[in-house]
Structure formats: structure tokens, C-alpha cells
């Protein structure tokens, strides 16, 4: 079966005589992060836009809905503004772009890779305004300042990760995000 999706995917199987349940678990989870996770954060990019109450949100939801976009908006466009999503997409496809020919490491960007504290803590401080407060979707959701963090507590990993000296700041924003203490590995 899984030589079948991967050719329908347009991927190349590769066949892995020998490899163990843990190996075969540690793959199904990372192709797990890689499509899913991705799908998960690009929503909370759009909840968090939709919550800033940018105005091409109201634009998108008319084009979704088949209306005329209103002033401002080329006839058609289904990009940028007038997507369902807003500029995010246009961020996102350039983001994946970059991973994919330079590695996700080295395609990392952004205040959080720069380690741009006084930014991240604009971003919390927004968060902490009352920006959705009280709109979790269920039991799981930690609301988004929480999926805020989350993801960004992530960014920080990776950007520890990368190789030579981590840019200034990062222990700062660690601890803005409630991180912890020292990065692992540095």
C-alpha cells in the first residue's frame, strides 16, 4: 500500500528491507509533522490574521462565497488578499520553496530566527490584549496565544539548531515563551 500512495503523491518509494516498528513509527510521525503539522499551523496563521481583523479576510469570504470582492480587488483573484487565507499563502508557498532547495534550517527567517526579542514580545503582549481570548475550540486548544507559543517554541528549537553560534536573543525569547532555561545542545 504504501509504495502505491507514495507513486500517487508523485514521490519515488523507496523499499526498506529490515527496518524495524520503531523505525517505521519514528517515519509514519515525521510524514505526520511534514503534512499535517504544516496544515495545522497554516490554520492558526489564519485564525491569528482573522482575529487581527485584517480587511481581506471580509474580501476572501466573498470570493469563497462567490461574490463580487468588492473595491480594491482584481476581477478573479483568488491570491494574496483574495484568497482564503490572505497573504499567509503567498508566505507559506515561499517559505516551503526556500526549505526545499535550501533545507528547512537554513530557510528559517523571521524574528524568532533572528532571535528578535523585543518583537516576540510585541507579538505575546498582542496576544495577552484580549486578541481571541476566550476562543478555544474544545478541550485540546490552547487558544492562540497558546498555539502562538507553541509554534514558536518550535521556530526557537530550530533555530538553536542550526549550525554555528545561535544568533543573540534566543535565550530571551526562550524565556518569553516560557521555554525554559538553556538550549538543549548549546
Known sequence: MGPVLARRLGATPVLWPGATARQLALYHAAATLAANGVT??????????????YPGMAMAARV?????PGRGAEPGSTTAAGSSWGPLEVLARAALEAAAERGPLAALTGPLARGDAATVR??????AGGAGAGEGLGAFDPGPAGRYRLAATLVLA?????????PAGLEDIAR?????GEMAGR
Open 40 to 53: 495545522a499551523l497554516l490554520w492558526a496563521a489564519r485564525e491569528l490574521l482573522r482575529l487581527s481583523g
Open 64 to 68: 469563497a462565497a462567490g461574490q463580487d
Open 158 to 166: 530550530a533555530a538553536s539548531a542550526r549550525p554555528g553560534d545561535p
Open 122 to 127: 510585541r507579538h505575546l503582549e498582542a496576544l
Open 176 to 180: 518569553l515563551l516560557g521555554a525554559g
